[in-house]
């Protein structure tokens, strides 16, 4: 008997019988049309005939009254295009998997065209993202840079809720994936850094990478704000979310309302950037916003703003926050935080490559690099770096022979250079020195100045025509390359608003301007050494004050940074040295300028002095360690500004400690040449703990004029790789006075090994010796190993975290066979199996000094237990013995428990995380020397 085939359902029974709900969700009905039009389906007439009518509602009704009357193929057509154009139908969503619709061949053939508005809308951002952001505009008007050819990827970390590093990221397709997570509820990715780290250029290429489809496919908008900007809006302004998104980016050209719609239905399709959250300007209270519930409801920006990086506001959105270093963000709505670290030596010599085209140039630029390590440290912070090649650029094409080679390079020479070059743009005369063309300069210097001076006190970095007009600002000076424009809001009536380049020029200028304008006070000159603000960290370092010296003023706003206020007493100590009065002498009178130097030389001596005798003490390995933490930062690059020995001198006599700890300070490798310039005229010998930092390689070499101090050396966390420890194994044994070396965490590798072996056995004080989680393998353990050997000082010795394997291990062993000194060794987490572990139990039957040992987190088994119980009836100078997860069974643990009473000097055997069962007549249970998981 044949079976019968099931009856197709008609499609024109379902549209009928579905007409309600068709009439009452269908949003686009051009849609519908457009395509069944050009599909021949309609006619002209027919489309004439739908258009005739008023409503959606009754054009939809007359659609589905004509495609009855056209049969089965045209009902299929309408219900495949509701299916292939979801953005348009997403409230059919439900029905269409209800009747289970599968087209046919046929109809797969026809294209169906998405012009709903939403895909529309989406096409507008992107082409506006894309010609936005093709070209690099962070730095100036009169030049453009192709982004493509510019931007360059910096070192960026990923960072734990305790502020501790967790590894880098990889790239910027990674910055929403599951890696770092530090807060499963959390929306927003903060991204932070110190000044000119290149956040904002950071934001322009992900704006880049999502237009032109290379990433981020999951998101239909990107909306991007720049927090500086919402100075536009008065206090009492208020507006709705659609409001805040459609005018300040681009309305859609096509029914915003069902846009909106979509956009509040699916959050989880939208991508939100907010660059800059320090530099919300300071009237709004951003602590006190009102709630807000619904994103139809009207409330101040700033409110919106917040409320959106919470999530109560369109939750399931992407959020990329940026701030700089010391800008306090909730972790409520922190989903992970990453840390900008600047360039690393690849990242200069991948930059040098695109910014100079031509190769005789690069290696130019590249061999003084190589040769200048004080211009290396300065190039490791992208805007230094970008200001340093621009001004390299201007100067080599007028064949100038412009002072690039001075090893006492400021970051106040490096700003004057970009405004010798901005300057000389609109000199079409012969070329001219530096001198005059500052002296031919002075009218535009004190406007611009002026024009930055006068932003500062309220944290104003964005300038509109009225603000400008009542300064007399020259619209020349406007078009000098130092300002650029900003994209109008309504709230500006479409005029032109200005900003400068980067915040760091705007202070600057705002130096510049007390310097050089008569009329400037002594207090005015000193006014911001008296501007502090607190920042409560919830990580491991205690609150920080960010300023050279103040008083205790009343608490701070959280989200205020005063990091910019901070540059401008740099730039004022770096204006008024000495080497630079011979440039400032024809645009300020001598009795003026002298006044100002002794004035600013004053408050800075009362500075360090209230500074260093306030520092916290305490005692710690022998020495009295002060906790300097940032201000001591700002106050060492203050005093390397001046370029007075003298200053340097005040400083290192007010040192009243012998351990200076600077860990957590957020400290780059420029700022280790400020340190070494204090620490550099210390007269004893001194410690130095500069632990999770971001000082890399360029920072080491910064460090060698006071190596002949330091006693201690701690650069753990930070960046250092094999040619950092090849400067400390040409510079450490040269004074062999170190007796304590950290470098945990950073990225050395076997070939760094063969430095660190040398540093061993050339320094026969070094007694503690940290190598945790670097890159060793068995190669890199042997020569360690080896090195050991010939060190009879060594105390404590620190491998966790590497890769040495067995034959490391075995390295290892041999060192230790009768090493007369090392106290504490550690090789956990190294994947050392069982027969690494029986060579360090075999050698320690012959070793009388070792007191701890770690073991943690190998492959250590029953076997190896038990030689380490053979060890123990043996050796009885071990005191602790750590097998923390290893492979240790019951049988392991008792052989241990067995020794244990031929040992009475070993304190504990830790054996926490192994495979042990618990039961009464275990010996190992009973011995309450051991420790291990006790079963609930």
Known sequence: MELQQPRQQSYVHIIK?????????????????????????FSTEDA??????????????Q??????????????????????????????????KEIDFQASEQMKTIHIANNDPVTMYSKKLKQ???????????????????????????????????N????????????????????????????????????????????????????????????????????????????????????????????PEEVFRYIITFPETVLFTFDGFDEIPSNFDLNSVPHVSSPTDLTHPAALLVHLLSGRLLKGSKKVLTARTGCQVSENFVRKKIMLRGFSTDNLKEYTSLFFKEPDIQKRVLNHLEANHNFCSLCSIPLFCWIIFKSYEHFYSKNENHEFSSSSVTLTDIFLLITEVYLSLSNTETKRSQIETYERGQDTLLSIGKLAYSGMDNSHFVFDQDFIASLNIPEKDLQLGFLRTVDNFSECDDKASFEFFHVTLQSFFT??????????????????????????????????????????????????????????????????????????????????????????????????????????????????????????IWMARCILETQCEKVGKLAAKGICADYIKLSFCDASSSDCGAISFVLNHYRKQIALELDNNNINDYGVKELIPCFRKLTVVRLSVNQITDG??????????????????????????????????????????????????????????????????????????????????????????????????????????????????????????QNTSLKILWMTENKLSDEA??????????????????LVQNNITNHGANLLAEALDYNMTLEEICLHGNPLIPDENEPFQKNSRIFFNKIQ
């Open 17 to 41: 019988t579905s007409r309600e709900t068709l009439v009452e969700l269908i949003k686009n009905s051009q849609c519908l049309l457009d395509n069944l039009t050009s599909n021949g389906y």
């Open 865 to 882: 237990a038990e030689r380490f119980a053979e060890m123990l009836k043996v050796n009885k100078t071990l005191r602790h013995l750590w």
């Open 128 to 162: 506006e993202l894309c010609s936005g952001s093709k070209f690099v505009k962070s730095y100036t008007n009169k030049e453009e840079m192709m982004l493509q050819e510019t931007y360059i990827s910096g070192v960026m970390e990923l960072i734990s809720a305790r």
């Open 724 to 845: 950092g420890v090849k400067v400390l194994a040409e510079e450490l044994p040269k004074y062999k006075i170190i007796s304590f070396l950290g470098l945990y965490k950073n990225l050395i590798t076997d070939y760094g090994a063969r430095y660190v072996a040398r540093i061993i056995i050339e320094c026969p004080k070094l007694k503690y010796l940290k190598l945790g989680l670097n890159q060793f393998t068995a190669v890199g353990g042997k020569l360690i190993a080896q090195a050991l050997q010939k060190n009879n000082s060594i105390f404590d010795i620190g491998m966790w975290g590497n890769q040495i394997g067995d034959e490391g291990a075995q390295a290892f062993a041999e060192a230790l066979r009768n090493h007369p000194s090392l106290t504490e060794l550690s090789l956990a987490c190294n994947k050392i199996s069982t027969v690494g572990g029986a060579s360090i139990a075999d050698a320690l039957q």
């Open 511 to 632: 130096a510049l301007f007390l310097v050089i304008n008569r009329q400037t006070s002594i207090t005015e000159l000193l006014k911001y050494f008296n501007y502090c603000t607190y920042f409560q960290h919830e990580g491991p370092q205690p609150s920080l004050m960010s300023c050279v010296c103040a008083k205790k003023l009343k608490q701070g706003d959280p989200f205020t940074n005063n990091n910019h206020l901070q540059f401008i007493n740099l730039f004022l100590c770096g204006l008024l040295s000495k080497p630079k009065q011979g440039l400032l002498k024809n645009l300020v009178s001598k009795s003026v300028l002298k006044g100002k130097r002794k004035a600013l030389k004053q408050q800075l001596f009362k500075s360090v002095k209230c500074h260093l005798k306030n520092l916290p003490r305490s005692p710690f390995m022998g020495y009295s360690r002060v906790h300097a933490l940032t201000n001591f």
């Open 164 to 255: 501790e590093t967790m590894g880098r990221v990889k790239d910027l397709h990674s910055l929403f994936d599951d890696s770092g997570v530090i807060n499963e509820d959390g929306e927003t990715t903060f991204i932070f850094g110190d000044a000119g780290m290149g956040k904002t250029l950071l934001i322009q290429k992900m704006q880049n990478m999502w237009a032109k489809g290379e990433s981020y496919c999951d998101i239909k908008f990107f909306f991007r704000f720049r927090c500086r900007t919402f100075i536009f809006f008065k206090t009492n302004t208020d507006m709705s979310l659609k409001d805040l998104i459609f005018k300040y980016n681009c309305i859609p050209d096509h029914d």
């Open 63 to 96: 659609i589905l009254d004509l495609v009855g009357s056209k049969g089965e193929e045209v009902a299929e057509c309408i219900i495949y295009i509701l299916q292939k154009v979801p953005e348009a139908y997403f409230d059919l969503k439900s029905w269409l």
């Open 48 to 61: 004439e005939i739908v258009l005739q009518f008023p409503t959606r509602a009754d054009r939809v009704r």
